[in-house]
């Protein structure tokens, strides 16, 4: 896994192997419980989150069994097995993280969600939790964010080539609004951060708005909404305004007040990113039009839309080469080069098996301009927007999928799993 380097002196207050219920057994746990020997379910819990943060994994499951607290570690594309703890330690650990995380410790049946931050070694990170009712008590999820994580390139977000130039023409205009789209979990925000180093220097007054500070910038201000403090999502986008920033960020549009804002914040002549959950790229404009912002609106302020969602990266240590047959070569939509090659996953002992290690997004970047916005207003039909799109220099993301299976980057069958054949 991919290990934190900064946090591996921090040394473990609680061997966690030492009660593991499954390899004590019940009996051998009663007594060292009757010796006084079980750590304290406050040291678990910092523990089980420290090595987390260590190891580091992006999320931890709290899974109540009815005779065991069940502890895996998890990332995108892997799980892990933690420890299973003492059943009776599952409601002390859910009402030791509901306080953490302010979140109503009566109430048991609704989900619940709830965040905090919390430092571990010279590392802040931002924990968000999920709570869920079930059998045997609640289920949760907690996904932890290290906000020093350093922020990657532009270039190395998997932005390349025709789009990575086409993006950083869009970033380098000096106002309108850049929207990244991309569903839930597409490394949309990472894009939106990386942008905004990018632009970093001494002339940019960069000021953001974010429900959830998911990285700390030093370079920035950072307004979070906070509404346990009166900081509402309303009064933090006034406050932006104030600011008068030339570079700003306004965290997931989905309503008209946070469109307006942007647009407003443009025609004041800052450059605003913001995030959306789209489908594709051409479909986040319609989405706009669906906020009730007028055409004039979106035709002065929206300049670009980046759309995102990640492939699997192919192992290195296993991945085999192989020439592939003409129906997999019609699917990459170049019959004629009989000799290409490409990789297959195998597995390996670095990818558990799996032949995938790690991932990197895949693009597509919509410029946008008025013959485009012309056939939207006039509900021309997708194709044909797409054709307009293409002329001028949009590549669609299953081209750009295309681009990293030719190059070794991902596998044919990780292009069918996204878009099909
Ligand atoms: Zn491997």
């Known amino acids: 896994m991919n290990i934190n380097p900064g946090l591996q002196s921090i040394p473990s207050k609680v061997q966690l192997e030492q009660i593991d219920i ?14 006084g020997k079980i750590p304290t379910p ?12 260590k190891e580091g994994f992006r999320f931890i499951h709290f899974e109540p069994m009815e005779n065991m607290l069940h502890i895996r570690y998890g990332n995108y594309d892997f799980l892990k097995d933690v420890v299973s703890l003492p059943v009776n330690l599952t409601e002390n650990i859910a009402g030791i993280i509901k306080i953490k995380a302010g979140i109503n410790a ?13 430092n571990i070694g010279p590392m802040q990170f931002s924990l968000a939790v999920n709570l869920i009712a079930v059998n045997a008590g609640e289920r949760i999820t907690i996904d932890m964010l290290n906000k020093n994580a350093e922020l990657p390139a532009l270039q190395e977000l998997g932005l390349q080539d025709t789009n990575l130039e086409q993006y950083k023409n869009l970033i380098s205009r000096r106002n309108g609004l850049i929207l990244v789209t991309g569903s839930k979990d597409s490394g949309k925000s990472t894009t939106v951060y990386a942008s905004l180093k990018h632009l970093k220097s001494k002339e940019n007054n960069i000021v953001t708005v974010e429900d959830r500070q998911e990285y700390q910038l030093n370079f920035a201000t950072q307004i979070i909404v906070t509404p346990e403090v009166g900081l509402t999502r309303e009064e933090a986008l006034k406050a932006l305004l104030q600011q008068n920033p030339n570079v700003a960020l306004i965290s997931e549009i989905d309503d008209n007040e946070t469109v307006s804002n942007a647009i407003e914040a443009v025609l004041r002549g800052s450059l605003v990113f913001s995030t ?15 906020l009730d912002i007028s055409p004039y609106q979106l035709s002065t302020g929206l300049i670009g839309v980046a759309h995102q969602t990640f492939v699997r990266k192919l192992c290195d240590s296993c991945k085999e080469s192989y020439t592939p047959d003409p ?9 004629g080069e009989s000799d290409v090659q490409l990789f297959r996953a195998k597995g390996c002992e670095h990818c558990h098996g799996s032949g995938y290690s790690g991932r990197t997004a895949v693009f597509e970047i919509l410029t946008i301009n008025d ?17 307009i799109a293409r002329k001028h220099g949009y590549v669609d993301i299953r081209d750009d999928i295309v681009n990293k299976v030719k190059s070794g980057i991902t596998s044919v069958e990780e292009l069918i799993r996204l878009v099909g054949n």
């Open 106 to 118: 009566f109430e048991k049946r609704k989900p619940q969600r709830g965040k905090y931050t919390l």
């Open 276 to 290: 959306m959950i789209s489908r594709d790229a051409i479909s986040a404009i319609p989405r706009l039009l669906g």
């Open 42 to 53: 406050e040291a678990i819990l910092e523990e089980i989150v420290t090595r987390a943060a």
């Open 22 to 35: 499954r390899s004590l057994g019940k009996e051998k746990i009663r007594e060292l419980y009757r010796a």
């Open 371 to 387: 013959e485009l916005l012309d056939a939207i207003f006039q509900h021309a039909s997708f194709s044909s927007i797409k054709d």
């Open 327 to 335: 129906a997999e070569r019609e699917i990459l939509g170049n019959t």
